[in-house]
């Protein structure tokens, strides 16, 4: 094909181009600026104060018994023990040693309940979604197992069984089908350290125990903005960092906005596919007119 | 008869000793899915909750189609660019690519936790447009079902020739119709690789924190898009090559040299995005701070660099033993690129370790060894490969099936 032949094919093709995006634009319009959705007052959430928390794992127990999730049993010494390492296909909260500076601290981990979860943005038919009061909740009804919730979630909370024929995705859900009555860790923890309630509230109650007790806190409160905000907040001594609790440093955008404004942003009204499928079709189509000058016009000829 | 720049099967004797070790390799296949479906995917698979990807992502799917965008790669030149003259190649890249994309397809299916609510992805209602891997698989599958339509005319124009007059009047008449659909197959088949290889990088760009500041860059996706088509390239080069040794195919030398120009200024632009956007960022510091990622960093440069400016040379290009060497490097580059973004670069929290189980690996290779018994027997018998002797002495499908069952 001469170049003057290209050149014609390219300004009729983007007239079609022209034309076709518009009517594209006006069926979906999915190419919306992604805003970060921000954490509400109202949303259910939960204070973990390191300061307060024993070690005594009555939250632990607690949650296995509510989620009615099995032991995970280990043998030691003749003697056989509930003894979980790290949140997994059968734990869904579990307290551990954080070491500080000349000091170390008990820490309570489970799913944060992000205002804008990277594990909702991701999966692929929302079993993973946010739900009206602020939980980050999973439907197994929905979820085909890919687990690019565990690649997504800064946190790494997402957990999958392994080993079994028909797996699923386990993590806190902060006890919504107790009906209302909130999470079971929450119910027993004898020291106050773990509190249930509304993230306004609690957020409060944060800084309400930060300004009694100034040598006591950090200042901050882990969750108020770390990665957009997170329905779980962590306060801790000022010699035990968040760091050293095992919470990742993060941006105080939440981690969706960046890629799904790029996402969106490529597919922006679908112009670009439709740009660039309509040239291969004009220039193919022009090319069969023309058998001589096509790379396709062979096969017709056979 | 020799038809130079036309397609034709290969003939010959299906059931080789080769194709024996491949069905073997595919049974040991099937035998760990087997166990994969009884006991769950940690009896296969040294995944865990960090490194919720294995090997099976990057190399399976990742590498499998980026391999397979020889078609993609090819067409763009002939389709887009309308160049016919590199039509001699399509069929066999195509051939390769819809065998390439079909494996990762059904790697993906083995991996998934809870494979029985796949119909979740052809239910609409429930879709999160937000998510890349929705994009990911919506377009896999389809384009996996093109590259089918793109191969049947070869099968097609095989069956023609049939015994069965019903079955040869059947295809006589399916034939027009589907080419006449072709630039619209066409176009599909160009848009829907654009899309995908650019969000296989994309699915990374939610890990802002997990994934290492070298690979991190909101140009994730055009990074996978522009690798994958010179992984493309080196891989129709690689396979012209084996398919000339295994079978003396010819090899049209100057068709090559004048195609392998492209990957050349593909493969610098993209060692130029590479380090422009490291740049902009103030991050290129970290490629010479040392340790294993700025290694693995500097390595991909260099076998992105490397070809890059031999294949410049028209004198490199001209001689085949050299180009057979760039495309060698072009295919690891992309593969090593895949390889960092999905596991090295990836840090989901310390304390995680990863490394593939031996049946891991062993899955991959027979996923492979499977990939290649389906494209040899379709080469042999139909019509995909130029360049190739027509069969005509080479015994029918059905007399060469009898011949291999009295053996």
């Given at each position: 094909v001469t170049p003057r032949g290209a050149a014609r094919i390219s300004r009729r093709g983007a007239l079609r181009t022209i034309a076709?995006?518009?009517?594209?634009?006006?069926?979906?319009?999915?190419?919306?600026?992604?805003?970060?959705?921000?954490?509400?007052?109202?949303?259910?959430?939960?204070?973990?104060?390191?300061?307060?928390?024993?070690?005594?794992?009555?939250?632990?127990?607690?949650?296995?018994?509510?989620?009615?999730?099995?032991?995970?049993?280990?043998?030691?010494?003749?003697?056989?023990?509930?003894?979980?390492?790290?949140?997994?296909?059968?734990?869904?909260?579990?307290?551990?040693?954080?070491?500080?500076?000349?000091?170390?601290?008990?820490?309570?981990?489970?799913?944060?309940?992000?205002?804008?979860?990277?594990?909702?943005?991701?999966?692929?038919?929302?079993?993973?979604?946010?739900?009206?009061?602020?939980?980050?909740?999973y439907d197994p009804g929905t979820c085909v197992g890919c687990r690019y919730c565990q690649v997504a979630c800064p946190f790494s909370v997402p957990r999958f069984q392994w080993f079994t024929a028909f797996p699923a995705i386990v993590k806190c859900e902060l006890c919504r089908h107790r009906d209302g009555k909130g999470p079971a860790c929450a119910e027993v923890c004898p020291r106050g350290a773990v509190v249930h309630g509304r993230r306004g509230d609690l957020?409060?109650?944060?800084?309400?125990?930060?300004?009694?007790?100034?040598?006591?806190?950090?200042?901050?409160?882990?969750?108020?903005?770390?990665?957009?905000?997170?329905g779980v907040l962590y306060v801790t001594s000022p010699r035990v960092s968040f760091a050293a609790l095992g919470l990742p440093t993060l941006p105080d955008h939440p981690l969706p906005q960046t890629s799904e404004t790029v996402q969106h942003g490529v597919y922006a009204y679908g112009l670009a596919p439709i740009a660039l499928w309509s040239a291969v079709a004009v220039v193919q189509l022009r090319a069969r007119r023309k058998p001589e000058a096509a790379g396709q016009g062979r096969e017709e000829a056979e | 008869v020799t038809d130079h720049g036309h397609e034709a099967p290969l003939g010959g004797r299906i059931l080789t000793p080769a194709m024996k070790l491949l069905l073997a390799l595919a049974v040991l296949w099937a035998a760990l899915v087997a166990v994969r479906l009884v006991f769950g995917l940690g009896a296969v698979s040294a995944q865990n909750d960090g490194y919720a990807w294995g090997i099976w992502k990057p190399l399976n799917v990742v590498t499998f189609t980026g391999l397979a965008a020889g078609a993609y790669a090819v067409g763009l030149v002939t389709y887009l660019f309308?160049?016919?003259e590199y039509h001699p190649l399509v069929r066999?890249?195509?051939?390769?690519?819809?065998?390439?994309?079909?494996?990762?397809?059904?790697?993906?299916?083995?991996?998934?936790?809870?494979?029985?609510?796949?119909?979740?992805?052809?239910?609409?209602?429930?879709?999160?447009?937000?998510s890349v891997l929705l994009e990911v698989a919506l377009c896999v599958m389809a384009y996996t079902m093109v590259l089918w339509v793109e191969v049947a005319p070869a099968v097609l124009e095989r069956l023609r020739n049939a015994s069965s007059p019903r079955v040869s009047a059947a295809a006589r008449r399916l034939l027009p119709p589907w080419q006449r659909a072709m630039p619209f197959v066409l176009a599909t088949a160009l848009l829907l690789p654009t899309m995908h290889q650019s969000s296989l990088g994309g699915l990374f760009m939610v890990t802002e924190t997990k994934t290492h500041p070298l690979w991190h860059t909101a140009w994730l996706p055009a990074l996978f898009l522009l690798s994958c088509v010179t992984m493309g390239f080196g891989a129709v080069v690689l396979v012209e090559n084996l398919a000339a040794m295994a079978w003396g195919k010819r090899i049209d030398g100057r068709l090559l040299a004048r195609l392998n120009v492209v990957p050349a200024w593909l493969s610098l632009g993209w060692v130029a995005l590479r380090l422009g956007d490291l740049a902009v960022r103030g991050r290129l510091g970290?490629?010479?701070?040392?340790?294993?990622?700025?290694?693995?960093?500097?390595?991909?440069?260099?076998?992105?660099?490397?070809?890059?400016?031999?294949?410049?040379?028209?004198?490199?290009?001209?001689?085949?033993?050299?180009?057979?060497g760039s495309a060698l490097l072009l295919v690891l580059g992309g593969t090593l690129y895949r390889f960092d973004t999905y596991l090295l670069a990836y840090q989901p929290a310390p304390g995680w370790r990863y490394f593939p189980y031996v049946r891991e690996i062993a899955f991959s290779a027979a996923l492979a060894a499977i990939g290649v018994a389906v494209y040899v027997l379709f080469v042999k018998r139909f019509p995909i490969l130029s360049g190739v002797e027509r069969d005509a002495a080479a015994p029918a499908p059905r007399a060469a099936a009898r011949a291999a069952a009295g053996r």
């Open positions: 076709a995006a518009g009517a594209a634009a006006a069926a979906t319009g999915v190419a919306e600026a992604r805003e970060p959705r921000r954490p509400r007052d109202d949303d259910a959430g939960m204070l973990f104060d390191a300061t307060r928390c024993v070690g005594c794992r009555a939250c632990q127990t607690a949650c296995r018994e509510a989620n009615e999730l099995p032991y995970e049993r280990k043998q030691a010494n003749g003697g056989e023990y509930d003894a979980p390492l790290d949140l997994s296909g059968s734990t869904k909260t579990v307290v551990k040693l954080a070491r500080g500076d000349g000091e170390s601290a008990y820490v309570k981990t489970q799913c944060m309940h992000c205002a804008d979860p990277a594990c909702a943005s991701v999966c692929m038919a929302g079993a993973l979604h946010r739900i009206a009061g602020g939980v980050v909740a957020l409060a109650e944060a800084r309400r125990r930060i300004a009694a007790a100034p040598d006591r806190y950090h200042p901050a409160v882990y969750g108020e903005r770390d990665g957009g905000g997170t | 309308n160049r016919g066999s890249a195509v051939m390769a690519g819809a065998m390439g994309y079909t494996l990762a397809g059904t790697s993906v299916l083995v991996d998934l936790g809870r494979w029985w609510n796949l119909w979740v992805i052809f239910w609409p209602p429930v879709w999160n447009l937000s970290l490629a010479i701070a040392g340790g294993v990622h700025a290694l693995f960093f500097l390595l991909e440069l260099a076998l992105f660099l490397v070809p890059g400016v031999r294949l410049l040379s028209a004198r490199h290009r001209a001689n085949r033993g050299r180009l057979f």
